[in-house]
């Protein structure tokens, strides 16, 4: 870029675009950069040249570099072309993104903060889709918290509220209704398509499927290839994304008009993937409300009930169990395991946490899981992946206490997950091992300010999700359910981990025991296993088991000695389950099938302990 980059005026307006210190640039500084745009007859060239550059750069920089990079997007700004927004957009993705190892440190930090407030301001779809994106893939706070608030801008600017911009950015990156996209690559058919949850890149030559890429075309279309990768990477990254947002929507009691619903849920290439397979409601006066699941034939959408009968109201809402009886819930999850239907996560199956007396009597706050032990490592990683931000645990000044903060309900309600740092014995470790968990709390938003409420004033749907987040926290990552846990152990955490392997049921305890309850029948062992009230009871051939539900941990009968198991991933087979986002479920199928046929057990490890 030697000659773009000595043309004259550019180097003055490249220093000058490397002085700004703020995000904002004062108003000196602006009409000084205007005139050196003036100065500079390739000035604008020379901008754009250096942030496609770093576009394709998809690394990080150094502090220098974001320095200038963010004058730059303050240069670009001063444009007002669809071409300018555009790049724009792709500097404020690239900016914010961070590698999968660091997911909390930015390519370029300061950039990204500047070019995700000028994008705000601009015109047309690619900033309500760039930043609706990055809305629930940046994990920097800093960042993060610009992308929110320039969305709450974008909205109120268009008439719109946070839940709708998000909503209304997905992009469909051209696929048609079936979620495919056809590009000719010379002799060949290229085809981009959703499958599941992830995209796939097929070929064929007249109309003949290919195994793979051509090997010509690695040498001849080498560019159009890249270009049909990085809109697989780019639809995988989309579905991700959708896959979180559409989750949210049920802490939100939101409501969609028929056309509305079927556009965005239904036909939407990438929405529709998870749309298709949920549980919806539909009304016509927005009293009385019918489930169902979507269904097309000749007259378009509908939704089909329990019944068989088509509902077709005027609005549509998603469908939660804590709206529904009972009775219609366990109707429903026959349903889902009858048709063989995989949701693209819990929601016949969800598990619902209404309010205690006990919380009723704190008020202010949640006790529910507090007192837990968690690996905290783990803990830390599933709470920035389920959407909380948290300061990160460890032994230095402020580091022995954290706050794990998510909105729900549309960004109107946030709740507030306490924990703090479990010292170790040895004062030469300092890394962070275990936490223990403390209050939940919740505030209203208030503006741009939150208000501390009471438990009481919480709507349900927001108290049941929040709560849900958390119990998986505990569920997942406490050390009562690691199996390898009680041979290194310590001491002080001996008693917690005997309390917890086998106490009472959480309630995703009591969904996974329905679960079960419907699956086992299914199953070759049906004639070995008994479902109680905590446990799976198995029978071997050598020993009989019982499989505490909660914590997946194993105690053989009679005299209650532990058994430790590590499963490898995928024993349960060919077996259907109605969602996956539930590891523990899987866990215990697997343990169950395993024991069932304890005389075929060949790991020494096992047998060891099965011969005690």
């Known amino acids: 870029m030697g000659d773009v980059l000595a043309a004259p005026g550019v180097p003055e307006l490249l220093t000058h675009c490397a002085s700004l210190d703020k995000p904002a640039p004062p108003a000196k500084w602006l009409r000084v950069l205007d005139e050196r745009l003036t100065t500079a007859a390739d000035g604008a060239k020379a901008v754009r040249a250096v942030l496609e550059a770093?576009?394709?750069?998809?690394?990080?920089?150094?502090?220098?570099?974001?320095?200038?990079?963010r004058g730059l997007v303050w240069a670009l700004s001063r444009e007002s072309d669809e071409a300018a927004t555009d790049l724009l957009a792709r500097v404020t993705a690239t900016a914010s993104a961070a590698p999968r190892q660091a997911s909390g440190f930015p390519h370029a930090q300061r950039t990204a903060i500047a070019a995700v407030q000028l994008l705000a301001g601009r015109d047309g779809e690619a900033p309500v889709r760039t930043l609706a994106r990055l809305a629930v893939t940046v994990k920097n706070k800093a960042v993060r918290a610009r992308v929110q608030s320039a969305l709450a801008h974008l909205g109120a600017s268009r008439g719109w509220s946070l839940s709708e911009v998000m909503g209304l950015a997905v992009?469909?990156?051209?696929?048609?209704?079936?979620?495919?996209?056809?590009?000719?690559?010379g002799p060949y058919e290229a085809t981009v398509r959703v499958v599941g949850e992830k995209a796939r890149l097929t070929f064929a030559r007249g109309g003949v499927g290919l195994k793979g890429v051509p090997a010509v075309l690695?040498?001849?279309?080498?560019?159009?290839?890249?270009?049909?990768?990085?809109?697989?990477?780019?639809?995988?990254?989309t579905l991700t994304a959708e896959r979180q947002r559409v989750e949210t929507l049920l802490s939100e009691d939101r409501v969609w008009s028929y056309p509305d619903w079927v556009s965005r849920f239904l036909d939407h290439p990438i929405t529709g993937t998870y749309g298709r397979r949920l549980l919806w409601e539909t009304s016509t006066d927005g009293r009385d409300w019918s489930a169902g699941l979507p269904h097309t034939d000749g007259d378009g959408w509908t939704l089909a009930g329990l019944d068989g009968r088509p509902a077709r109201g005027e609005r549509v809402r998603l469908w939660h169990p804590i709206?529904?009886?009972?009775?219609?819930?366990?109707?429903?999850?026959?349903?889902?395991?009858?048709?063989?239907?995989?949701?693209?996560?819990?929601?016949?199956?969800?598990?619902?946490?209404l309010l205690t007396p006990a919380e009723e009597r704190?008020?202010?706050?949640?006790?529910?899981?507090?007192?837990?032990?968690?690996?905290?490592?783990?803990?830390?990683?599933?709470?920035?992946?389920?959407?909380?931000?948290?300061?990160?645990?460890?032994?230095?000044?402020?580091?022995?206490?954290?706050?794990?903060?998510?909105?729900?309900?549309?960004?109107?309600?946030?709740?507030?997950?306490?924990?703090?740092?479990?010292?170790?014995?040895?004062?030469?470790?300092?890394?962070?091992?275990?936490?223990?968990?403390?209050?939940?709390?919740?505030?209203?938003?208030?503006?741009?300010?939150?208000?501390?409420?009471?438990?009481?004033?919480?709507?349900?749907?927001v108290f049941t999700e929040a709560m849900r987040d958390v119990d998986l926290f505990v569920g997942v990552t406490s050390i009562a359910t690691?199996?390898?846990?009680?041979?290194?152990?310590?001491?002080?955490?001996?008693?917690?981990?005997?309390r917890t392997?086998?106490?009472?049921?959480?309630?995703?305890?009591?969904?996974?025991?329905?679960?079960?309850?419907?699956l086992l029948p299914r199953m070759a062992i049906a004639d070995r296993v008994t479902l109680a009230d905590r446990y799976l009871h198995v029978r071997g051939n050598l020993r009989s088991y019982r499989i505490h539900l909660g914590s997946g941990n194993i105690m053989m009968e009679p005299h209650d000695i532990y058994l430790c198991i590590?499963?490898?991933?995928?024993?349960?087979?060919?077996?259907?389950?109605?969602?996956?986002d539930d590891p523990m479920l899987s866990t215990i199928l697997s343990k169950a099938i395993m024991l069932a046929a304890d005389d075929t057990i060949t790991d020494p490890t096992v047998l060891r302990q099965l011969a005690s």
């Open 54 to 69: 770093f576009t394709a750069h998809r690394r990080r920089v150094h502090e220098d570099s974001d320095r200038l990079l």
């Open 171 to 185: 992009d469909d990156h051209g696929l048609d209704s079936t979620g495919s996209r056809l590009t000719e690559v």
């Open 218 to 237: 690695k040498e001849t279309h080498a560019d159009e290839l890249k270009q049909l990768r990085d809109v697989v990477k780019g639809i995988s990254a």
């Open 323 to 353: 709206r529904a009886t009972v009775d219609e819930t366990l109707a429903w999850r026959e349903r889902v395991l009858a048709t063989g239907l995989t949701q693209p996560f819990k929601q016949a199956f969800r598990e619902v946490y």
């Open 362 to 461: 704190t008020g202010s706050y949640s006790n529910r899981f507090a007192a837990h032990i968690l690996r905290y490592r783990q803990a830390n990683a599933l709470m920035r992946a389920r959407g909380w931000q948290a300061g990160y645990l460890g032994t230095w000044d402020g580091g022995y206490d954290s706050e794990a903060t998510k909105l729900f309900g549309g960004g109107a309600w946030r709740a507030s997950f306490h924990h703090q740092l479990v010292d170790t014995d040895d004062p030469r470790d300092y890394d962070a091992h275990y936490c223990s968990t403390d209050q939940v709390r919740f505030a209203r938003s208030d503006g741009t300010t939150w208000q501390p409420a009471p438990v009481t004033d919480v709507p349900p749907l």
């Open 482 to 498: 690691d199996p390898q846990w009680a041979d290194r152990g310590e001491d002080r955490f001996r008693d917690y981990w005997h």
């Open 501 to 518: 392997v086998a106490g009472a049921l959480n309630p995703s305890a009591q969904v996974r025991r329905d679960a079960l309850a419907r």
């Open 566 to 580: 590590v499963p490898a991933r995928g024993g349960i087979g060919r077996l259907h389950l109605p969602f996956e």
